[in-house]
């Protein structure tokens, strides 16, 4: 284990858990020469989520969206380690993690601890189900990459399957119903992008069954996206319609069979009406429910014992009745919503504190050097004074570091039809848009935002070849 973790003694060793929007953009803003850093992840990229949903119809091949850490950390200017490994649990008190190798290949050793001196927690959220009978088992999530390969995979195979010689019409109605539940941007985006790819491709290519194609999305609340205004959940609303998706709103799913979802539908008389809906694919896009590590972490520190959500941390992210441990992104509760905009600012910040941090000491040192020269007798002194006033007052400047504070730059969705909507700041005020400039405007947004000019490049590519080529349907 020495041969391959040799950290520095004279630096304190800085453990970042995750490779997701938080930690990649702490690590991105961090001068990793002046910590020993070590990121861990049971995954060795970093994943561009807003264009996910793209990924499971093949608009947007998945590779175009990763990023190999490996890549990121070889562009830092000090060399920073990466293990791929999950973390299992914490210690604050030893301040150890303790780490797994879960891959498919493993060593000798597949587990092992890494001591931290400071400890950046970026483990993002598991997939929410409630506790609902019959979801973890039969239906597909949209958050990581295997999850849209899945779909991808399962979409075609419910259009083969409805193909099939003699099949009944019953089946058949079954089969090509795709059911979305959750009507949050994940479910709206992902019923946009299948509605689009039947509508684009599976039409021409399927033409006798297709007819009998349709998207339904279940949302347990009066409307969809909750997070936008109001003109904005109608619009959508109304594409979607248009679009020919069904839309059950006051609909909440209690069950979940293999072929089946069970649903309660409030009616406007008060009562409650229970449903039964056959699918052959069905999505669970329901929000984040809290990772194990978390509510571990959480159980052994006192002031995190009413944390529900996440772990509680105050306005520099520290996470509340710890000291050397920082929480960002979904697993954090700051007061923001989980998203990708909260998370990399939140990184960012403790890139900009750690590098800080690191300068103050770095000052510290050097004054506490020259106030030594000064007491010897025949040492420079007028260059040694001025020297420490001037770090005195860089000091003073460096450390007024002010608390985290999110700037909200807007919420985007894409709608499908080549249509999205978005509520963003603009000139001190708001604009609420949807439609296909809009569209336009999603896109430039988002390859703007692509982690690097490779990823740009491919999603570019990728857009233009679904465009002029149809998307690719082969059941891989
Ligand atoms: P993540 O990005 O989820 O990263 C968590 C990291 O931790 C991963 O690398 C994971 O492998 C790793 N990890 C997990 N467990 C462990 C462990 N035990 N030990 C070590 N590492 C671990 N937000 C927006 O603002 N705009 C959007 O358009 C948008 N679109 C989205 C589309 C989809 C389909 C989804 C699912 C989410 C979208 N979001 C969007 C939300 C956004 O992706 C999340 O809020 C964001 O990823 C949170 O960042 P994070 O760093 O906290 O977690
Ligand atoms: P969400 O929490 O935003 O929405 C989940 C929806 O599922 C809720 O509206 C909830 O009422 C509904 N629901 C829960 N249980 C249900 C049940 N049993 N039956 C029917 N409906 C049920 O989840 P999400 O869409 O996955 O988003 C997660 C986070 O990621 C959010 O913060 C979101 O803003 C962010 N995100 C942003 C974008 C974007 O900006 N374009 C895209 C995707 C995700």
Not at 151 to 168: G, N
Not at 228 to 254: A, G
Request: hydrophobic share 40%; with cysteine; charged share 25%.
């Amino acid at each position: 284990p020495d041969e391959q973790f040799k950290p520095d003694p004279t630096k304190k060793t800085l453990v970042i858990l995750g490779t997701g929007w938080g930690s990649v953009a702490l690590l991105k803003k961090l001068d990793t020469e002046n910590y020993n850093v070590v990121v861990v992840s049971p995954r060795n990229y970093f994943l561009f989520t807003p264009l996910l949903p793209s990924c499971t119809t093949g608009t947007i091949e998945h590779r175009s969206i990763m990023e190999p850490v490996r890549a990121i950390l070889r562009g830092k200017k000090a060399a920073a380690k990466f293990f791929e490994a999950e973390a299992t649990s914490i210690d604050p008190e030893r301040k150890v993690v303790r780490i797994a190798d879960n891959s498919e290949i493993k060593g000798a050793t597949s587990e092992t601890e890494i001591p931290y001196d400071m400890l950046v927690v970026g483990v993002g959220a598991e997939n929410a189900t409630f506790g609902i009978p019959g979801v973890r088992e039969n239906s597909c999530f949209l958050k990581e990459i295997g999850d849209a390969q899945q779909i991808r995979k399962k979409i075609m195979d419910c259009v083969e399957t409805a193909a099939f010689k003699d099949q009944t019409p019953e089946e058949v109605d079954r089969l090509m119903h795709m059911v979305v539940v959750g009507g949050g941007p994940t479910g709206v985006e992902f019923a946009g992008e299948l509605q689009d790819f039947f509508e684009e491709d599976i039409k021409k290519l399927v033409p006798d069954i297709s007819p009998r194609f349709k998207v339904t999305l279940i949302e347990a609340l009066p409307n969809v996206l909750p997070m936008f205004s109001k003109t904005l959940i109608d619009y959508t609303e109304n594409t979607l319609r248009e679009e020919k998706i069904d839309i059950k709103t006051k609909t909440m799913v209690k069950r979940v069979t293999d072929k089946t979802v069970e649903a309660e539908v409030s009616r406007p008389d008060g009562t409650k009406e229970r449903v039964e809906i056959p699918y052959g694919l069905l999505v669970w896009a329901t929000g984040n429910a809290v990772r194990p590590i978390i509510k571990d972490l959480a159980g052994k520190i006192p002031a995190q014992k009413d944390s529900r959500r996440g772990l509680a941390v105050n306005e520099y992210l520290v996470v509340q009745g710890t000291r050397d441990i920082w929480a960002i992104g979904d697993c954090a509760v700051a007061g923001y919503a989980p998203t990708a905009q909260v998370a990399s600012q939140e990184g960012y910040f403790l890139g900009k504190l750690f590098n800080n941090m690191a300068k103050t000491e770095n000052h510290e040192a050097r004054i506490q050097e020259l106030s030594g020269q000064l007491n010897i007798a025949g040492g420079n002194s007028a260059e040694a004074s001025q020297e420490i006033e001037l770090l005195e007052r860089q000091l003073k400047k460096i450390r007024d570091i002010k608390p985290f504070k999110y700037s909200h730059q807007g919420s985007l969705a894409y709608i499908g039809s080549d249509k999205a909507v978005a509520d963003v700041s603009w000139w001190n005020g708001n604009l609420a848009t949807g439609g296909s400039v809009t569209y336009l405007f999603w896109r430039s947004v988002y390859l703007s935002m692509c982690f690097s000019p490779r990823n740009r490049v491919l999603v570019l590519l990728d857009w233009l070849k679904s465009k002029a080529f149809g998307r690719d349907v082969s059941r891989e």
